[in-house]
Nanobody, 125 residues
Framework: QAHLVESGGGVVQAGGSLNLSCTAS????????MGWFRQVPGKEREGISC????????YYSNSVKGRFTISRDNAKNTLYLQMNNLKPEDTGMYYC??????????????????WGHGTQVTVSS
């Protein structure tokens, strides 16, 4: 059974940094593109970054481009999101997700079939 477990969230002041991790098990990690999504109450889940299985294709939403860096370590079945210069509008629940064989483009959440339970990020002003 596939599992994705996020960690690294927390409370940080604006301008600060956090590094999220997502550890995968129960499926062949390097068959899947991996994405990070975030959601705030009352809004749809927003895709903010994606990385293809071999790290040769990445995507960032305009809201995080230049501040966040996605990476993966296939030997450790782990996905990362380094978040720098955090802003209050980055506050939300952050989810990692896996999509089989995907190219990383702006994609809806429905393209990803495996999901973690999320980690909360709160940025105070």
């Amino acid at each position: 059974q596939a599992h994705l477990v996020e960690s690294g969230g927390g409370v940080v002041q604006a301008g600060g940094s956090l590094n999220l991790s997502c550890t995968a098990s129960g499926f062949t990690f390097d068959d899947y593109a991996m994405g990070w999504f975030r959601q705030v109450p009352g809004k749809e889940r927003e895709g903010i970054s994606c990385i293809r299985w071999n790290s040769e294709n990445t995507y960032y939403s305009n809201s995080v481009k230049g501040r966040f860096t996605i990476s993966r370590d296939n030997a450790k079945n782990t996905l990362y999101l380094q978040m720098n210069n955090l802003k209050p509008e980055d506050t939300g629940m952050y989810y990692c997700a896996a999509g089989y064989g995907l190219m990383c483009l702006p994609r809806p959440a429905s393209d990803f079939t495996k999901w973690g339970h999320g980690t909360q990020v709160t940025v105070s002003s």
